[in-house]
């Protein structure tokens, strides 16, 4: 799901009410969630230090809205999945599960399972891959070089926040650094990891430890926990239910976001998902005061879902309605095109720009205007002929010409302009005109466009939400990315190493 709102620098209230932006009726997997002028633009914020402020504000308001605990189930799901980068054991059912279990767990459950192994880590490797499987790998919101920390929690509980996780584990030359006490067979099974793997569960007294994101997550914990057990040489090891922990856990957790001025991105995504989201990069560009200030420009984010390049601007763009301001804002485009780029992981003198990812996504308050007298547009706009109020759309004008965005597309506009609106109210800045006030004529200013393959539009709409004087648009999409399979990779790889050629099999005798 992609949003943009331009709120005008108005503070929200705790209780805002932002379920229709966000599309809430049909959730999606991720969230890009793109504002404008969260602070006003004035010279103190644009020239002086940045006032974060409001963030925390409408950063608690998307928690709060996307972590309800009564949500429908999303209408289209993933059905491919990789393996594990460390054991290669999920099936595909599990991997945007919103409840992240453990398959091999889940066929012991009520079972006593006598095992029988030649050496003790054998028996403590084998209770890793069973309890823990790979869906314990689960990446923190913050750092990840955070060192452990142990969090006091209530009596007989004891947690860790765990932060280090690294694909690259190498379970048999550092198997956690297991001590003679870390697997007893009197009843009590206790595990405590001291290195760059440890984001399973903590064991001690029987108890249930389970590894949290932040200390803010000892909340979630609730009082009595289901156990089921596993046995090993007919000895029963209790642990805590994985899937009650984690239905208590939020369900959407943010990854990334950065302010610029009045210009704020923040992402969102499944929990189950994160864990395949890599290479993150920012990159803001300005564009405003002198070319540069950043009252006016872009932020844009580049990642990696599973193997598919994903970048997402941001942006806000030039105003003013007058004939010929549409392209002082291509200007802005073709320069927040050329100054954007992220390093890059392979080649680090050849930094990636916008245009060389796989799929792209370009929101925000672009300001292109209606060219028309502000009386046509207001009837028009009064009889909902949107069909011809589009065609004098400066945006769509330059999308058919290729002035701009050169290959992009924007879906079909189906919903009244965005701007602009008196605060507070459904009627348009200008409908009832007081004594020196500036004409505002409604406009389609905030828009979403995209450009790439394998991409869907499924909605396009703005939602109802007044305290602007612009209204908030969001778009969902329906994408397809590229999964590496590593058990076909593996067995290619095999295959390959298998072949023996001939000169290699004869060739002592032909010489």
């Not at 009252?295 to 030039?318: A, D, E, Y």
């Not at 060389?356 to 028309?372: A, C, E, K, T, V």
């Not at 999308?399 to 919903?415: A, N, P, T």
């Amino acid at each position: 799901m992609i949003g943009t709102w331009n709120v005008a620098g108005r503070l929200p209230n705790e209780d805002l009410e932002i379920d229709d932006w966000l599309c809430l009726n049909e959730p999606a997997d991720m969230y890009i969630l793109g504002f404008q002028e969260v602070v006003p633009l004035n010279a103190g914020n644009v020239l002086g230090a940045e006032d974060n402020r409001p963030i925390p504000k409408w950063e608690a308001i998307i928690r709060r809205t996307l972590n309800k605990s009564l949500q429908p189930e999303p209408k289209y799901k993933s059905y491919s999945c990789p393996p594990s980068p460390v054991l290669m054991t999920s099936s595909s059912a599990d991997v945007l599960a919103d409840v992240e279990v453990v398959p091999e767990v889940n066929t012991l459950r009520n079972h006593h399972v006598g095992l029988s192994y030649g050496s003790a880590f054998m028996r403590k490797k084998y209770q890793l891959e069973k309890i823990y499987g790979d869906s314990e790998l689960d990446w923190p919101e913050h750092s990840l070089d955070t060192p452990l920390q142990h969090v006091s929690s209530k009596a007989g509980m004891r947690r860790v926040n765990s932060s280090s996780a690294r694909i690259g584990f190498n379970w048999m030359e550092n198997p956690l650094c297991f001590s003679s006490q870390d697997l007893e067979l009197d009843g009590r099974l206790k595990r405590v990891p001291h290195s760059s793997g440890n984001l399973g569960l903590l064991w001690e007294n029987g108890e249930q430890c389970e590894v949290v994101d932040s200390p803010s997550d000892l909340s979630n914990v609730s009082d009595e926990e289901d156990c089921s057990f596993v046995a090993v040489e007919g000895k029963k090891f209790e642990y805590g239910s994985i899937q009650k922990s984690r239905k208590s856990r939020a369900k959407y957790v943010r990854i990334v976001s950065k302010q610029m001025v009045g210009i704020y991105v923040s992402v969102w995504v499944r929990r189950s998902l994160r864990r395949h989201i890599n290479n993150l990069r920012v990159s803001p560009v300005g564009v405003g005061l002198m070319g540069y200030m950043g009252n006016k420009g872009s932020v844009s984010l580049s990642m990696s879902l599973f193997q598919t390049r994903l970048c997402f601007v941001c942006s806000h763009l030039t105003s003013g309605h007058k004939v010929g301001d549409e392209n002082r804002r291509n200007s802005d485009v073709n320069e927040i095109l050329r100054r954007t780029q992220f390093s890059s992981v392979i080649d680090c003198d050849q930094p990636q720009k916008i245009p060389s990812h796989d799929q792209i996504f370009w929101f925000g308050d672009l300001n292109y205007r209606l060219n028309m007298l502000d009386t046509e547009v207001r009837m028009l706009v009064a009889r909902k002929q949107w069909d011809e109020l589009i065609r004098s759309d400066q945006l769509s004008k330059e999308l058919r010409f290729g002035h701009v965005f050169y290959g992009w597309k924007e879906g079909l506009i189906d919903f009244p302009p965005t701007y602009k609106y008196y605060f507070n109210s459904d009627r348009y800045f200008g409908d009832e005109p007081k004594e020196g006030e500036k004409k505002r004529s409604p406009a389609w200013c905030d828009r979403i466009l995209w450009l790439g393959k394998g991409i869907k539009q499924l909605s396009y709409k703005q939602a109802e939400i007044r305290i602007s004087d612009h209204r908030p648009v969001s778009s969902i999409f329906l994408v397809e990315v590229e999964v590496l399979d590593q058990r076909k990779l593996q067995r290619a790889l095999t295959f390959t190493n298998a072949v023996v050629h001939p000169e290699d099999l004869f060739g002592e005798e032909g010489d």
